[in-house]
Nanobody, 123 residues
Framework: QVQLVESGGGLVQAGGSLRLSCAAS????????MGWFRQAPGKEREFVAT????????NYADSVKGRFTISRDNAKNTVYLQMNSLKPEDTAVYYC????????????????WGQGTQVTVSS
């Protein structure tokens, strides 16, 4: 079955950087668009970034544009999220997700989800 496993989360000071990874198995990774979402306590899951299967298209939430970069390595079945200039409001559980349809901002259009990795940014 499809498995998405996130890693790279942790505690970092404001202004710092983290790189999240999501390793995929059980699917033809190069056919899937991949997305990153996040969920803070008491809030709904929100879109962060997405990338087309080929890597030729990316899209970001306004709140992270210019600070976060999504990328993928189809040979390694892995998608990454480089997060720079982190802010306390970036604190959340970060999830990766796979969509067979398209690189979209919509939670409902992703077929498979990872378990998430905690990112905590201290002020």
């Amino acid at each position: 079955q499809v498995q998405l496993v996130e890693s790279g989360g942790g505690l970092v000071q404001a202004g710092g950087s983290l790189r999240l990874s999501c390793a995929a198995s059980g699917l033809t990774f190069s056919r899937y668009a991949m997305g990153w979402f996040r969920q803070a306590p008491g809030k709904e899951r929100e879109f962060v970034a997405t990338i087309k299967w080929s890597g030729s298209f990316t899209n970001y939430a306004d709140s992270v544009k210019g600070r976060f970069t999504i990328s993928r390595d189809n040979a390694k079945n892995t998608v990454y999220l480089q997060m720079n200039s982190l802010k306390p409001e970036d604190t959340a559980v970060y999830y990766c997700a796979a969509s067979l349809w398209r690189a979209t901002t919509s939670v409902t259009e992703y077929d498979s989800w990872g378990q998430g990795t905690q990112v905590t940014v201290s002020s």
